[in-house]
């Protein structure tokens, strides 16, 4: 009797077999990618931004911002759950919020964080770390100051001329005589005054301009630190003027004169006749006289003798001390 040789050949050629096989099979790689796609794991996203807005809740109803994440402005999210689920996740789909519930004034406040999925995914669930953070709320006020600027070092060459001097210096831009600064109420509340300050140390024969540095100073001249602070500009140009001062002549005006000098040869006094005047050099040296608003040459001969009159000052020229009316007094006409 002749043994029977085993054959898959003829096995698989058994079409029933074939079929249970195929069956078979299939079942295995299901249930291999099921397990995979079913297997729960973890994944973890470094770093991401945490942004907090107060829109939407009593905090920012009241009016009420954030000023500063005190210590930490960034955290690490895990995402746990089946592998199909996770593996799919992207730092896009991932938003992490903040519960603002206990917020109900001014001041600093441990705020619980809570992720949500851009993309809900079934099964999934976060964990954040740090879960809590100190946040500090307050109200932002906006304040104008005025802008002065400030040059402590800025000398005039000692080889200048005598009647030279340096002059108080001057914000170059309108726009910056005053300046708005915006801030914390709590941080506001220390601001006192603001100058431009010019840092550069040196002797200057003629006017220069700087580059100045906004300083800011509480009540007790103390700088305060710009972090806290939202400025339209941290410098300004500022100019250091020097100036040349001299003493000019005041010379009355008239209209209606019949003939030329008709109103110099009847004056008797003025009270002013010469006075101390400053400018830029090259204008004042070109200043001849300062002349005083025109009298009408007619009223004298009515009888009109004793007038008060303003100096008028050309553009760029100055007086250190304030002048008032002019007296100006007429002799009888003959």
Do not use: C
């Not at 078979?24 to 729960?40: G, N, P, R, S, Y």
């Amino acid at each position: 009797m002749k043994n029977k040789t085993f054959s898959f050949r003829k096995l698989f050629e058994n079409r029933r077999f074939s079929v249970v096989f195929a069956l078979v099979v299939a079942f295995i790689f299901w249930l291999a990618i099921t397990i995979d796609q079913t297997e729960v794991i973890s994944k973890t996203f470094a770093n991401i931004s945490v942004n907090i807005t107060t829109e939407g809740s009593f905090a920012g109803n009241m009016g009420l911002q954030v000023i500063a994440i005190e210590n930490q402005s960034n955290a690490n999210v895990t995402a746990h759950g089946p592998n199909s689920a996770v593996s799919s996740l992207d730092v896009s789909d991932i938003l992490i919020t903040a519960d603002l519930s206990d917020v109900t004034g001014a001041g600093t406040y441990p705020i619980n964080l809570e992720v949500q999925a851009g993309t809900k995914k079934t099964g999934v669930t976060f964990e954040v770390s740090p879960k809590t953070i100190n946040v500090t709320f307050d109200y932002v006020d906006t304040v104008e100051f005025d802008l002065q600027a400030v040059a402590k070092d800025i000398t005039l060459k000692k080889d200048a001329d005598t009647n030279l001097f340096i002059g108080t210096p001057v914000i170059n831009s309108t726009e910056y005589g005053k300046i708005s600064i915006s801030g914390a109420r709590a941080d506001m509340k220390q601001l006192s005054r603001v100058e431009a300050v010019i840092s550069a140390s040196e002797s200057i024969g003629e006017s220069k301009t700087y580059e100045a540095d906004i300083v800011l100073y509480n009540s007790e001249g103390k700088a305060l630190a710009k972090e806290p602070f939202v400025l339209p500009v941290e410098k300004v140009k500022v100019t250091v003027p020097v100036y040349k001062e001299r003493t000019v002549a005041v010379v009355p005006t008239f209209t209606n004169e019949p003939r030329s000098n008709a109103g110099a040869e009847r004056l008797k006094s003025a009270s002013l006749t010469k006075i101390a005047v400053y400018g830029l050099p090259e204008t004042v040296d070109e200043l001849d006289n300062l002349k005083l608003s025109a009298i009408d040459y007619r009223e004298i001969e009515a009888g009109k003798l004793t007038f008060t009159v303003r100096l008028e000052l050309p553009d760029g020229i100055y007086t250190k001390a304030e002048v008032g009316n002019v007296t100006v007094n007429f002799n009888v006409g003959h």
